[in-house]
């Protein structure tokens, strides 16, 4: 559906009416490609748009700064009298050259195109920094015959010969050339608008399971493969925030086994309407340690947990921010690995998973673990990534991206009371690595839990209804 980039010399002076002429014959589809590029790309960021057109999906997407090439001069010329506060080059991204980088790489069914994936995808790599994400989209393989009957009775404009590439091609042609694939994602099962039976279709039927695989458009949200270097978890330091409930009798422990991670470490009590004396013992422990330990405390003026977590990550100063929940019955010891795989960039958002070694059913329930995986699954289904235990407390992810989670989470809003959720969609969205961690899950020695099970079973349910609307039925 693209004319950029063909393979074959193009009469550039005879396109500019059916430019437009065939954007308004099938806008129904390039409305989608905007929909799914802006529920990506952050407001106000660098974008670059290879095989950019005639500008519409780059500006659809409200860049800061905002750069579309494309080898159609035709098509350069419309978008730049159309869009005035974007730039559009002509040129070819087997031969392009930029001085500098961009948050936002788009190639809308570009890929299809190009003569030289992979010398593309290498000049591509060099206009990306550590943090940067390539959006590509392309066309399912099983719709080709259904796109060819579509050229032949004029529904969409006549091609030369396309590359067809299958999803594992792609991430094939990405890994060679330093990407690594965060997200794979199907949508699109009626590409043609038919009032009211197109939003039904593509709204409710095409997420489900065995549906999906067969929609239109496939996309994936890559970012470049980190460069680990052991120097650079070294220079890092670290925050730890521990929200403390009716946890007196841990509050030291948390202390006393803490490990020491990166440059520094620093451990942040965040203490919630306790009606035992956690403040008191959070107060004694800091005065204790002050000369070991950098220790803030601070006491909630909201409620639960997300509340708690949200102050601890405004007070932190670290590179890496780590959440221990204080019943220890994720050991402090086990921090590092969370700490480590930030800090190197191996993943972005660490999450903890204690369904990989035993769990006594102490510890858990064997209800609460069949409610952990049900939750697990049913998140993974909904964030397109593969998340083995959701309901874990210890999550970890870098200061730099939690600022940026928290810029935007308006999106979502102030729905999840827990602050697991908050932090997994908010990455999910932010096209963020999400890995597990395997923890060891003990049962606790002090107290007793805070969690009502049923209650709150229902809160994570209508929360994952909630995410469901936001992110997989949109």
């Not at 204690?354 to 769990?359: F, G, T």
């Not at 729905?415 to 899950?441: E, H, N, S, T, W």
Request: glycine share 6%; charged share 25%.
């Amino acid at each position: 559906m693209k004319t950029s980039l063909a393979r074959k010399p193009v009469q550039y002076e005879q396109l500019q009416d059916p430019l437009e002429k065939w954007r308004k014959r099938n806008l129904y589809y390039y409305k989608d490609l905007e929909k799914l590029c802006q529920f990506w790309v952050q407001t106000d960021s660098r974008v670059l748009e290879v095989g950019s057109g005639t500008g519409y999906l780059l500006n659809a997407v409200r860049p800061k700064e905002g750069l579309g090439i494309d080898n159609n001069p035709i098509a350069v010329k419309v978008a730049s009298e159309k869009f005035l506060d974007l730039d559009f080059e002509v040129a070819d991204i087997e031969e392009f050259q930029e001085g500098s980088n961009f948050d936002y790489v788009l190639m809308a069914n570009t890929i299809s195109y190009l003569n030289n994936i992979q010398k593309s995808l290498q000049n591509i790599r060099e206009l990306c920094q550590p943090s940067s994400r390539l959006i590509l989209t392309f066309h399912n393989p099983a719709w080709e015959l259904i796109l060819r009957f579509a050229t032949l009775i004029r529904q969409r404009i006549s091609l030369p010969p396309l590359n067809w590439l299958s999803f594992e091609d792609v991430e094939n042609l990405l890994t060679l050339e330093g990407f690594e694939v965060v997200r794979h994602g199907k949508r699109l099962l009626l590409p043609k608008r038919i009032p009211l039976i197109s939003w039904l279709v593509n709204r409710f039927l095409a997420p489900l399971p065995v549906l999906n695989q067969l929609c239109l458009t496939e996309y994936i949200i890559a970012r470049p493969q980190p460069t680990v270097a052991q120097a650079s978890v070294c220079k890092a330091s670290c925050s730890i925030i521990v929200p403390a409930r009716n946890e007196a009798g841990n509050i030291e422990q948390c202390v006393s086994r803490m490990p020491r991670m990166g440059k520094h470490t620093e451990i942040i009590f965040v203490e919630g309407h306790s009606s035992d004396n956690t403040w008191d013992e959070i107060q004694r422990v800091q005065e204790k340690y002050k000369k070991q330990w950098d220790i803030k405390i601070c006491q909630q003026t909201g409620r639960g947990k997300g509340d708690a977590v949200r102050l601890g990550f405004e007070m932190a100063s670290g590179d890496v921010l780590i959440i221990l929940d204080s019943d220890l019955t994720v050991r402090p010891e086990d921090l590092p690995y969370f700490f480590e795989s930030v800090a190197s960039g191996r993943c972005e958002m660490a999450n903890g998973c204690r369904l990989i070694y035993p769990v006594n059913s102490e510890s858990m329930p064997w209800l609460n673990r069949m409610a952990n995986r049900f939750f697990a699954w049913l998140l993974s289904y909904l964030l397109n990534t593969k998340i083995k235990d959701s309901l874990c407390g210890t999550k970890a992810m870098s200061r730099e991206n939690y600022l940026k989670l928290a810029a935007n989470r308006s999106y979502f809003g102030d729905f999840d009371p827990f602050g697991d959720f908050d932090l997994l969609l908010g990455a999910a969205k932010m096209g963020l690595k999400i890995q597990d961690i395997p923890v060891r899950y003990v049962p606790r020695t002090y107290g007793q839990s805070n969690i009502q099970h049923f209650k709150e079973g229902l809160i994570l349910l209508k929360m994952c209804l909630y995410a469901a609307k936001r992110i997989k039925f949109t």
